[in-house]
C-alpha cells in the first residue's frame, strides 16, 4: 500500500479550495475531469471512466446525492492511484470510495468546529444536524454518520 488514504484526502481537499462546501467542480477539473450529468435509469448512481476523464452522475438524483456520488467516484480514482489495491471483494473498494468521500466532503476537524459552534445553542439535535448538513452540502444521514 502507498500513501495512507486519510493524506489523500487532504490533498485532494486542498485542491478543491480547502473549504467546505467543497468545491467539487473545481477539484474535477484540476484533475482533469469533466462532470457529466446524466439522464440514465433509475438504478443508475455514477461511474467514473479514468480513459474518458469523466465522472458521469445521474441528473435525477438529489443534488446532495449527486456530490457524494462524484466525490465517491473520485474516491475510487485517488485510491488507484495512490496503489491500493483491491483483489477480490469489490465491496470492498465501495466501502473505500465511501470513506473518502464522507472524509473529502466533511473533514473532520470541520465537522468538530461546526458542531461545537452549533452546540453552543439550544436548537435540537436534528436541527443541528440539518444546519450541519447544509454548511456542508451533504445529506442529513451522511452528516449523522460522520458524527458517529
Ligand atoms: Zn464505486
Redesign the pocket.
Known amino acids: 500500500m502507498g500513501v495512507k488514504p486519510e493524506l489523500i484526502t487532504k490533498n485532494y481537499y486542498r485542491l478543491a479550495g480547502g473549504r467546505v462546501p467543497v468545491n467539487l467542480e473545481r477539484l474535477c477539473r484540476r484533475l482533469g475531469f469533466a462532470i457529466v450529468e446524466w439522464p440514465g435509469p433509475p438504478d443508475f448512481?455514477?461511474?467514473?471512466s479514468v480513459p474518458h476523464r469523466i465522472v458521469v452522475v445521474n441528473r435525477n438524483m438529489r443534488y446532495v446525492r449527486r456530490r457524494f456520488s462524484v466525490a465517491?467516484?473520485l474516491?475510487?480514482y485517488a485510491l488507484g492511484q495512490a496503489g491500493v489495491q483491491f483483489f477480490g471483494e469489490?465491496g470492498r473498494?465501495?466501502r473505500a470510495?465511501?470513506r473518502f468521500a464522507a472524509r473529502l466532503l466533511m473533514p473532520k476537524s470541520v465537522v468538530v468546529s461546526f458542531w461545537s459552534d452549533l452546540s453552543r445553542g439550544r436548537e435540537p439535535f436534528n436541527w443541528r444536524v440539518r444546519l450541519l448538513a447544509h454548511r456542508l452540502g451533504v445529506s442529513r444521514a451522511a452528516a449523522r454518520v460522520r458524527l458517529g
Open positions: 448512481t455514477s461511474l467514473l465517491h467516484e474516491g475510487h469489490c473498494a465501495e470510495a465511501n
